[in-house]
């Protein structure tokens, strides 16, 4: 297999976050997020007047290797004071099967939201991305089916932000994925957000 072929081109946005915290007070400083893949790492723009509730929609685009050595993209949100310093606000492990593979095929748009936590495990906010895996032409059929069940009629938006924009819906998660990687470590795996949807009588 080719080198191409053992990798994936992904188109990530950075769309925005709501309620970020630092130190459990609200932010009040400009925003921005890292993403990392392997040892790649990419930065998205600046929101300057977004506060707790930024909105970058950003897009980037990132090369993952598809031979199993990644399991997770992280991201993490920053905040930058009016002297430059850069604060952590919170990180999101985003699992690969949540967007790649099984009910996630290539070239399909996944809109999806996690729950930051800080480096002390704490609730730090909500993040709203989308993640596309670009097609490359070959139809390659992945062997790792995603635990993703395509359901919108029975799932709600993701976040506020998302019923706003009346676009991201999130099918519910498996519980393995919702277990975190250690609270006393500096990553915790971002536990994605749902909530059920009522259908008026």
């Known amino acids: 297999m080719s080198y191409s072929t053992m990798q994936r081109s992904l188109e990530i946005e950075l769309i925005s976050a709501e309620g970020l915290k630092v130190d459990r007070k609200p932010v009040k400083r400009k925003t921005f997020c890292v993403v990392k893949i392997d040892q790649k790492t990419r930065v998205c723009k600046l929101d ?17 290797p598809i031979n199993g050595s990644v399991r997770f993209i992280s991201i993490e949100v920053l905040s930058r004071t009016s002297g430059g310093a850069e604060k952590n606000v919170g990180y999101a492990k985003i699992p690969v099967t949540d967007f790649m593979g099984g009910f996630a095929p290539q070239g399909h748009l996944n809109f999806l939201s996690y729950r930051l936590r800080d480096e002390y495990g704490d609730k730090s906010g909500i993040l709203n991305v989308s993640i596309m895996v670009k097609p490359d032409g070959n139809n390659i059929k992945y062997s790792t089916p995603s635990p993703l069940v395509v359901a919108t009629r029975d799932y709600a938006a993701c976040s506020s932000q998302a019923a706003v924009n009346g676009q991201m819906w999130r099918p519910k998660t498996s519980s393995s994925m919702a277990v975190g990687a250690g609270y006393g470590g ?13 259908q008026s009588s």
Request: proline residues 7%.
């Open 186 to 198: 500096r990553e915790v795996t971002g536990v994605p957000v749902w909530c059920t949807y009522q």
């Open 48 to 64: 300057e007047s977004g506060g707790s509730c930024p909105t970058w929609k950003d897009k980037i685009e990132m090369e993952m």
